[in-house]
């Protein structure tokens, strides 16, 4: 596995800052062992900028669904320190919105608004 950490690393934060398009993450993840420990760790700031991008419409609801859904449960991701359920909580929201509420512009904000500090 320490062979593939770098690149699985590397695929990993390019996953939660959300760097790339869609489909090259997809491709870089099949990459990624199912058992690799956290490597990368996801931040309010990530979600945040993930966030006004969709408000400011960079991307679509569909991206930030897709995006959130290649988080949500995936190994080799943690959470920030001291927000781990409320990071749990909002990708679980975003990549489900028809269990939870579908991403609108005041959802944003919202959840924008609760990761500041």
């Known amino acids: 596995m320490t062979s593939t950490l770098p690149s699985a690393t ?5 996953l939660v800052s959300f760097d790339r398009p869609l489909a090259e993450l997809q491709e870089a993840l099949k990459d990624v062992p199912v058992d690799i ?3 990368v760790v996801l931040t309010r ?3 945040q900028d993930v966030l006004q991008r969709f408000i400011g ?3 679509d609801v569909q991206a930030v669904e897709e995006w959130a859904n290649l988080i949500e449960g995936r190994n080799g991701i943690g959470f920030e320190v001291g927000w781990e359920g409320e990071l ?3 990708i679980h929201t ?3 919105p028809y269990l939870t509420s579908q991403l609108n512009i005041d959802l944003a904000r919202e959840l924008i608004r609760e990761f500041r500090e």
Do not use: H, Q, T
């Open 10 to 14: 590397s695929a990993l934060k390019a």
């Open 37 to 39: 420990p956290d490597v």
């Open 45 to 47: 700031r990530e979600v």
């Open 57 to 59: 419409g960079e991307l």
């Open 88 to 90: 749990s909580e909002a």
């Open 94 to 96: 975003l990549a489900n």
